[in-house]
């Protein structure tokens, strides 16, 4: 049976990737010895290329599919082979394409690859440069690959089904040899955060992160927006502590990412349908406006200028033809008045590229006054802090506003130095103490498929089957755990079903889960099945009693567990979670780890 935070002091070094949608880096953190403080390194895999201590999410591959680069190199490369005149498939955020479970991405130039291959491959690279720099670290007496606690971030939004396609992909990648290895474990991004944020405090702001102390966290990222609320258990001189208040959550098109697509929404409509056409087929050219947009969007703020380059296009954009576009688009937006500047330069106002922001900062600030009243309610007292991480923390402009609209004398703001590489600093602290998130909130209600003994007026006719002789009521959903119910890392849910049948061999096991807090049937709208698993429960002639099936669900973790034994046979089965509508993770099989 794998084991579940077990060996835990069989490592001696913790490696946590943070495989982000704009950005991804890796960080290393030796197993601290009694007494002495924790060290997390972070570091950019792409070494030498700056100072960032992240590299661009984008990995380039030939066009027989096999990898070339990764990070910023990647987009260099790509940008050579273009100018040389021949192809390359490059891609970019498809961490997003996993959030909406495509089993493809599309390359810039519009072809199409395996997700699997291109996200382990990311993660292929981004490993071999982590063993890679521990190995040079440590002398290669001491190092043993075997020794390596890996950590994977995921957002706190992702379902079950997210985190199993990572698990797979790893094991891909070759970081674990089994998905259901004890070396991998996955740290969801807003609460290696949280860590981060109480243990990197500076000692003014640590001495107010006391017990009982509620604390937001707002990772604001390239795609997703993640928010988790924790109260602190402990005191700031202890080791870090704290409890889920309310179960995480956010928006996974919320993130910076998304200030781009709503400026190239207003590309389409400048450039119109020729020049648009022209930006979307030159891949380079496409490239070098976003990466110059890049840096107005990063300081863009209120006074601010925002002059945009587009001498990209070189003799596809005249000057001529440039005024020309911005009369058409001046006429067509009173509002927005663009400015020419130069032969080949514009000026964007203020309102316009704030528009490209508000839509994201609308659901934002609705959903932190969602989760502040939430909160109220809950604990009877509202957040004592908003601590603001991820990249687009870094942004003058959503911290001005979320400031404004949110900060008060007893709701402090606070954004660490380093808002873009928290989460891989707290997933490796978390991988040296997973056990420091305590508790978590149950994000939907789970349970089982399961018959009972038919009672006339409490269920309805049409759920009656008769086996055997014997009136039973069809299709119930067992509950195990109840949504935003608090459950304890350890928690273990069990219970002990009988088959319904003499002669049966084998149970299915269904999952299945639900929004609802109250739900009957298994059959009702809104229940969703996670997966199933079927257990051999004995010989034909045993009697029913013998062929009893426990089965124990622990959801405190960071994923979901869900396992059955059958008492006869020892039986022993791990239930896999599906997709619900799509085949990313082609092979379905149920585990069997006797
Ligand atoms: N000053 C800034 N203003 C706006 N956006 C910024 C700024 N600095 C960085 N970003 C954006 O932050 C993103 C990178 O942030 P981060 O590394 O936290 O995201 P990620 O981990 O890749 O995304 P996710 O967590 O959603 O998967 C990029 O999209 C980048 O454009
Ligand atoms: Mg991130």
């Not at 077990?6 to 490592?11: E, R, S």
């Not at 003994?453 to 055997?468: Q, R, S």
């Amino acid at each position: 049976m794998a084991g579940f935070l077990k060996d835990t002091n069989t490592f001696t070094n913790v490696i946590a990737i943070d495989f982000g949608t704009g950005a991804s880096g890796y960080g290393i953190s030796p197993k601290p010895i009694e007494n002495h403080t924790l060290r997390v390194d972070v570091y950019n895999p792409c070494e030498g290329e700056n100072e960032d201590q992240k590299t661009t999410t984008a990995i380039l591959f030939d066009n027989n599919q096999n990898f070339i680069d990764f990070g910023l190199n990647a987009e260099r490369k790509y940008a050579e082979i273009i100018q040389d005149g021949s192809t390359a498939l490059l891609f970019k955020n498809y961490k997003m394409s996993l959030y909406h479970m495509q089993s493809e991405v599309k390359s810039l130039d519009g072809r199409t690859m395996s997700l699997m291959k291109v996200i382990s491959e990311s993660l292929k690279f981004i490993s071999k440069k982590a063993i890679k720099k521990l190995e040079d670290q440590l002398s290669k007496t001491i190092f043993k690959k075997d020794r390596i606690r890996w950590i994977l971030t995921v957002p706190a939004l992702w379902k079950e089904e997210h985190k199993i396609f990572m698990k797979k992909v790893a094991v891909q990648a070759g970081i674990i040899d089994n998905i259901d290895s004890n070396k991998l474990l996955l740290c969801l991004e807003p609460e290696g955060a949280s860590i981060c944020c109480r243990e990197d405090a500076d000692e003014t702001l640590k001495k107010d992160l006391i017990k009982n102390k509620i604390v937001a966290v707002l990772d604001c990222g390239g795609g997703t927006v993640d928010i988790t609320v924790h109260k602190l258990l402990s005191e700031p001189n202890e080791p870090f502590l704290c409890e889920e208040v309310i179960s995480s959550s956010g928006g996974c098109e919320w993130g910076s990412k998304y200030v781009d697509s709503n400026f190239e929404e207003f590309l389409k409509d400048f450039f119109g349908d020729e020049l648009y056409m022209i930006y979307q087929k030159n891949a380079v050219i496409r490239l070098d406006i976003l990466k110059h947009f890049e840096l107005l969007k990063k300081k863009f703020n209120i006074g601010e200028r925002s002059r945009l380059q587009l001498s990209y296009f070189s003799e596809f954009l005249t000057q001529e033809k440039l005024s020309e576009l911005i009369k058409i688009y001046n006429e067509k937006h009173k509002d927005f008045q663009l400015k020419q500047r130069g032969s080949s330069a514009i000026d964007l106002p203020e309102n316009l590229m704030k528009s490209f922001f508000e839509p994201l900062f609308e659901k934002i600030i609705s959903k932190v006054n969602e989760l502040l009243i939430e909160t109220k309610k809950k604990t009877n007292q509202f957040p004592n802090f908003i601590f603001m991480v991820g990249g687009f923390s870094e942004s003058p402009f959503l911290k001005s506003t979320i400031k404004k609209s949110f900060e008060n004398k007893n709701l402090r703001i606070v954004i660490p130095k380093r808002p873009s590489v928290c989460v891989i600093r707290g997933a490796c602290m978390f991988g040296i103490s997973p056990r420091s998130i305590q508790s978590r909130i149950a994000k939907k209600t789970y349970g089982i498929n399961t018959l009972s003994t038919f009672e006339i007026g409490k269920h309805p006719e049409n759920k009656k089957v008769i086996i055997e002789g014997e009136a039973f009521c069809n299709d119930l959903f067992d509950v195990f755990v109840r949504k935003n119910e608090s459950v304890n890392i350890d928690e273990e849910f069990t219970k002990t079903y009988c088959p319904v049948r003499a002669n049966q061999t084998e149970m299915k096991i269904i999952l299945y889960c639900t929004d609802k807090t109250d739900v009957q049937f298994v059959d009702e709208n809104g229940v969703r099945k996670l997966g199933e698993l079927t257990v051999e429960i004995g010989k034909k002639h045993q009697s029913m009693e013998e062929k009893t099936v426990t089965v124990s669900l622990k959801f405190g973790f960071t994923n979901i567990i869900a396992q059955a034994m059958s008492k006869n046979t020892n039986d022993f089965k791990k239930c896999e979670f599906k997709f619900e509508n799509s085949n990313l993770i082609e092979n379905n099989n149920i585990n069997n780890n006797k």
